[in-house]
C-alpha cells in the first residue's frame, strides 16, 4: 500500500478488515477514543489504513458513520491531493540537503496541536496522522500529552508506531491501542496466492519479516531467503569461534540498516529455541545472554530512531563480541 492509497480494499488486503470494523463500530456508537494508536510492522499498510479512516470520517456523503469513503465528494478529493484543511500528516522534516531527519520535534508537534484547537474549516473533525511517532523527542511527547488528555470535540489522532514498547506510558494509557493480525490465515493465505509458495515456507519467511507483510513478499519474490540463511548460518559459526564478530561485519557489510533486525531476529530465536528445549546447538547459552543480546539490539535501534549518532559497525561489534566470547568459553570447557 503506497502512503497516498486511502480506500482500503479489504478482499486485496484481508489482515486490516477486523479492525476497521471494530473501529467503525465504536465510531457509529458514539464511543471512538479521541486517539488511536496504530501498532503494526514496517511495510504493513498502516499509513494507507489510517489514510482510510481520516478520509472516512471526513467524507461528506458518510456523515455520522464510519463506512468506506465515496472517493468524489469535495473532503474526499481535498484529502486525496493532501490539501484538507482538517487534516494533517506529521512526519519526519526533510534537511535543506533533502534528507530526512531522525526525529519529530516538538516545535512540529506544537504546530500541530495549535491546528487542532481552531475551528474546522469545513465543519467537520479534526483529523492528524502522526508517522512513526516513535521517532518523537521528549519534549515533542510532552507537547502531544496536553492534547490527549483534553482533546476538542470532533478531533481524532491517528498514532502510527512499529512497536508500541518504544512509546511511553504516558501516550499509550491515553489512545486506543489498535493492531493488525498478521499471523491470521488470511494474512498466510494472501502470501500463499501472490508467491505460490507452500505454508510452512509463508509462516517461515513471516518469521524472518518479523511478520510484515509486503517485507515478506518481497523478501520470497527476491528470493533472499539464502542471504538471511547464511547470516545466520555465520552467526552459528561465530558461537563455534570459527568467524569473528569483525569478520562477519565485513562479510555482511552491503545489508546495511537492514543487518541489525536479522541478527536481533536470530537471537529472538535463539532465546524461543532454549524456552522450548535444552537440547540441540543452543544448550551451553545461558537463557539471559541471548535475552540481553536483542535488547541491546533493540536498544540501538530506539536510539537510531531518535537521531544517535552512536556507530553501527563498533555498536553491532560490541554486541558480537559478547556471542563470541561465550562460544571461546563454551568450545574451551568441551575440549576439557
Aim: proline content about 4%; charged content about 20%; hydrophobic content about 40%.
Amino acid at each position: 500500500m503506497s502512503s497516498n492509497k486511502v480506500i482500503v480494499n479489504f478482499d486485496e488486503y484481508p489482515w486490516v478488515k477486523e479492525p476497521f470494523v471494530q473501529i467503525a463500530e465504536a465510531f457509529n456508537k458514539g464511543k471512538l477514543a479521541h486517539g488511536l494508536m496504530i501498532v503494526s510492522p514496517v511495510n504493513s499498510g498502516k499509513i494507507a489504513f489510517a489514510r482510510a479512516i481520516a478520509q472516512s470520517v471526513l467524507c461528506q456523503n458518510t456523515p455520522g458513520s464510519l463506512s468506506p469513503a465515496c472517493g468524489n465528494c469535495k473532503s474526499c478529493l481535498l484529502v486525496k491531493s493532501q490539501t484538507h484543511p482538517d487534516f494533517s500528516l506529521l512526519d519526519c522534516l526533510v534537511d535543506n540537503k533533502g534528507k530526512q531527519k531522525q526525529s519529530i520535534g516538538i516545535d512540529q508537534v506544537r504546530q500541530l496541536t495549535s491546528k487542532l484547537v481552531e475551528t474546522p474549516q469545513l465543519g467537520g473533525w479534526r483529523i492528524a496522522i502522526v508517522v512513526s511517532v516513535e521517532k518523537m523527542t521528549r519534549g515533542a511527547f510532552n507537547a502531544l500529552l496536553k492534547t490527549l488528555e483534553e482533546p476538542g470535540d470532533k478531533t481524532l489522532l491517528l498514532l502510527l508506531a512499529n512497536s508500541a514498547h518504544q512509546v511511553p506510558a504516558t501516550i499509550k494509557s491515553r489512545c486506543q491501542l489498535v493492531s493488525f493480525n498478521l499471523t491470521s490465515n488470511a494474512l498466510i493465505g494472501w502470501l500463499k496466492d501472490k508467491t505460490g509458495r507452500g505454508e510452512e515456507q509463508v509462516i517461515e519467511s513471516l518469521k524472518q519479516c518479523l511478520y510484515s507483510p509486503f517485507d515478506t513478499l518481497e523478501y520470497i519474490e527476491s528470493g533472499a531467503e539464502s542471504g538471511t540463511n547464511e547470516i545466520y548460518s555465520d552467526l552459528d559459526a561465530m558461537l563455534a569461534t570459527r568467524v569473528t564478530p569483525n569478520e562477519f561485519i565485513l562479510k555482511h557489510a552491503d545489508s546495511n540498516e537492514q543487518l541489525w533486525i536479522l541478527i536481533a531476529n536470530f537471537f529472538q530465536q535463539v532465546q524461543l529455541s532454549i524456552l522450548e528445549s535444552n537440547q540441540g546447538k543452543y544448550a551451553a547459552v545461558p537463557k539471559y545472554l541471548a535475552s540481553e543480546l536483542y535488547s541491546l539490539l533493540l536498544e540501538f535501534n530506539r536510539a537510531q530512531c531518535v537521531g544517535s549518532n552512536l556507530q553501527t559497525k563498533l555498536q553491532l561489534e560490541i554486541i558480537l563480541i559478547r556471542w563470541f566470547e561465550l562460544g571461546r568459553k563454551i568450545v574451551h570447557y568441551s575440549n576439557r
